[in-house]
């Protein structure tokens, strides 16, 4: 830790929800200022974690009463067993029988931590996408609390904190002040994380979204969203390295994704390389990434579009490294990164890298609300963790949730995937809408049918000939085109409907 890092814990605060005998023997503690957590477990002696040390109160067991007590001192467990303590960023975990009775706890002590941002704070106010990899306990989600403070307070952004277990602003409704001014939005578990974070620049319009743990295809397509609207995202995710990233199939996008793209004859003896080679599909999702190594030691690559390029093409890169000296000062150095990335041209499926694309973009689906409730709308996606968007545009939405006398009247667009129609405007009817969205949204035609894409593709590529698919509806036609597109070929669409289809046209 450097000399200008400051460490706050709200050590009293801790201590009120503790029994008398554990709250007396932690107060003589010599070392309770550096107390983690405290273990409790019905029938074993209590022990207590500190930095250096582990130590226990004595020989007698954890008794119910002291779960007991403990327990109605803080808020109800959310669904992943957490509970907090308002305005504080202490944190209890429930271990449960088989009956749900809590029979364990893990008590642990939260800091806020001042002063971590230094090492990277121009990067930060830099006003690009950032994106901060990490092994766990690292100081990742430390970094992004300080990023929320500095933006809101000293740079008077609107900030908004998608917290989904509450480790940056601490548990309670009332955030705690280690994010400034920031603005905290709660997820009610962890698979909502991406609505939320739709919803969140939907609805309050910031400038900054703070996301922690972006971990799943429809978290990182809900953060392409992001970035696409203008507004300057800044998240960690899972891995410890950008090579580790791009290796990751499901987060890969989130550097731009990974293609495989067969060259014809010529190009491929012209490059040196073999037919099947890795490029990036689309721009890269966040434009700079940190990979932190430790709390003050880090290495930024500062163009993930060039970087990815170079990797993938076997070029060399570097990153600038970054790390306090002796006397408290900030040293940077480009130092050359060893190849280390597992993707390799030979070991991919082009078709099931195609499809693993197009099946992420369509994960987060676009919903047209017609003649009904966007609130019901809304609350019957959460509550049932769709990762869906609502959408006022006819032409961007993938499904329609409309009033019958509304569908009747013609004003549900006609190239979108499926309409669901409600006999009135009621959060059951939305409800049972909903459930049937959700079976909807991932159809075995809509497989098929990108297959069928992706294996015409190969035989045009291979043939040089022209390829007509089979009739399928507006919506799938257009993945089928984006597919297509995205392997450098060309398609247009031929026949009227129902007969309506795509062509997939040769070089």
């Not at 014809?264 to 003896?269: F, H, T, V, W």
């Not at 390389?273 to 930024?300: C, M, S, W, Y």
């Not at 597992?342 to 992420?360: F, G, K, Q, W």
């Amino acid at each position: 830790m450097t000399p200008n890092e400051t460490v706050q814990a709200d050590i009293d605060r801790f201590l009120e929800v503790l029994p008398d005998r554990i709250r007396h023997w932690l107060q003589s503690h010599e070392h309770l200022s550096d107390l983690k957590e405290v273990i409790i477990d019905l029938g074993r002696p209590i022990g207590a974690r500190f930095i250096q040390m582990h130590d226990q109160i004595d020989s007698s067991p954890a008794l119910r009463a002291d779960i007991d007590f403990v327990t109605s001192r803080i808020a109800e467990f959310d669904r992943d067993n957490r509970s907090g303590i308002e305005e504080t960023l202490h944190r209890i975990s429930a271990i449960r029988n088989r009956h749900g009775n809590v029979i364990g706890l893990t008590c642990r002590v939260g800091r806020a931590v001042y002063g971590t941002l230094e090492i990277v704070r121009d990067v930060i106010e830099s006003g690009f996408n950032i994106l901060m990899l990490g092994p766990p306990g690292v100081g990742k989600t430390t970094k992004l609390r300080e990023v929320a403070r500095v933006l809101a307070d000293e740079f008077d952004k609107r900030v908004v904190v998608v917290d989904t277990s509450n480790e940056i602003g601490g548990g309670g409704d009332v955030p705690h002040p280690a994010i400034g001014h920031a603005r905290r939005m709660q997820v009610p578990g962890d698979r909502a994380q991406s609505q939320v974070m739709i919803e969140a620049v939907e609805n309050h319009m910031p400038e900054v979204v703070v996301v922690d743990e972006i971990g799943t295809e429809a978290e990182a397509a809900a953060a392409r969203t992001i970035a696409e609207r203008g507004v300057q995202l800044i998240a960690t995710a899972h891995g410890n390295n950008l090579e580790n990233l791009m290796a990751n199939p499901t987060l890969s996008d989130l550097v731009g994704g990974i293609q495989a793209v067969v060259l014809s004859d010529e190009e491929a003896k012209r490059r040196g390389t073999q037919k099947t080679v890795l490029e990036r599909q689309a721009p890269p999702t966040f434009d700079i990434i940190v990979e932190i190594h430790g709390i003050n030691h880090l290495a930024i690559h500062h163009d993930v579009a060039e970087t990815v390029d170079s990797i993938l093409q076997g070029r060399p890169i570097t990153a600038e490294v970054r790390e306090f000296d002796d006397g408290g000062e900030i040293v940077a150095v480009e130092t050359p990164v060893p190849p280390a990335v597992t993707v390799r041209p030979e070991a991919a499926d082009p078709l099931e890298a195609e499809l693993r694309h197009t099946e992420s973009r369509t994960r987060v689906i676009r919903v047209l609300p017609v003649g009904i409730s966007r609130e019901h709308l809304e609350r019957a996606l959460r509550e049932q963790r769709i990762p869906a968007t609502i959408t006022q545009e006819p032409d961007e939405a993938d499904f329609a949730i409309a009033l019958e006398r509304a569908a009747e009247l013609g004003r549900v667009p006609e190239d979108i995937m499926a309409t669901i129609t409600v006999r009135s405007n009621t959060y059951p009817q939305i409800e049972e809408a909903v459930e049937a969205l959700a079976a909807e949204r991932s159809t075995p035609r809509e497989e098929f049918a990108l297959r069928e894409a992706a294996d015409a593709v190969e035989k045009v590529l291979a043939e040089n000939v022209p390829v007509e698919l089979l009739p399928q509806n507006a919506y799938v036609r257009r993945l089928q085109r984006e597919l297509i597109g995205r392997r450098n070929l060309t398609s247009k669409t031929v026949g009227e409907e129902p007969r309506r289809r795509v062509r997939v046209l040769p070089l």
